[in-house]
């Protein structure tokens, strides 16, 4: 099977995008990865989110919240959304309680990343995953800000790596990345322009542009 990576800011698309690509299948898991407010009523706002995300899925798709994600892909089934690993990785630094130790945080994001790396690797479901590009804002001011924008950014790039399919999406339109030079976080550039690898195969099944409506 095949990991599709769906990049973007906020109201970008990138969940229509990502769900755009399991449009064809009537059996999709949506994991909703992050725990929701304690209490929905205090904060509308984030409650018509929630809302508009629920109403644009499929009615035939299931939906579970959950940050057990690696449980998730371990279990056979058919294809899964994760939506998405910045609410996901809030969660695992939440139960951490390491918003105040950028190493503690660091630690505990690189472990849980890893078992989700080697369950992605694993998995024998179709998987799309979401999530949320920070690095092009500036430096946040505070130091919970500055941990979640690392941590994230990490992240995302170890997820990339192992993916079929990566996107960027902004404004609506998509960028597919999928066959783009990578860059070693720690050294540089892994390979030339020139030595770029080869396309990943086609999907078949769905295509890569589906326009994206209603953007967010």
């Known amino acids: ?12 698309g990138k969940s229509r995008y990502a769900e755009a690509l399991l449009s064809y299948r009537y059996d999709v898991t949506y994991l909703a990865a992050g725990a929701r407010p ?17 109403a644009s899925r499929q009615k035939s798709w299931t939906t579970i ?13 058919g294809p899964l959304l994760i939506d998405c690993l910045g609410t996901w ?6 139960r951490a ?14 472990r849980e ?14 998987v799309v995953v979401v999530s949320n590009e920070v690095g092009l804002s ?23 790596d192992v993916s079929d399919y990566v996107f960027l999406v902004v404004a609506g339109r998509v960028l597919d990345l999928s066959t783009t030079p990578r860059v070693d976080l720690q050294k540089g550039l892994e390979w030339s322009v020139q030595d770029a690898p080869p ?14 409506q209603d953007a967010r």
């Open 65 to 77: 919240e959950t940050t057990d994600l690696v449980a998730q892909l371990r279990a056979p089934g």
């Open 113 to 126: 990343g890893t078992a989700l790396l080697a369950a992605l690797q694993q998995t024998t479901r179709r």
């Open 199 to 212: 396309r990943a195969a086609p999907l078949q099944d769905a295509p890569l542009n589906p326009t994206p």
């Open 138 to 160: 500036l430096v946040p001011l505070t130091p919970s800000g500055r941990v979640f924008q690392d941590e994230l950014g990490r992240l995302n790039a170890r997820v990339a």
């Open 97 to 110: 309680g390491a918003w105040d130790s950028p190493q503690a945080a660091a630690l505990m994001a690189h």
């Open 1 to 12: 099977m095949s990991i599709s990576f769906v990049l973007g800011g906020v109201r970008s």
């Open 89 to 94: 990785l809030t969660a695992i630094i939440d």
């Open 38 to 54: 304690a209490d929905p009523v205090a904060d509308p706002e984030w409650a018509a989110r929630v809302a508009f995300h629920q």
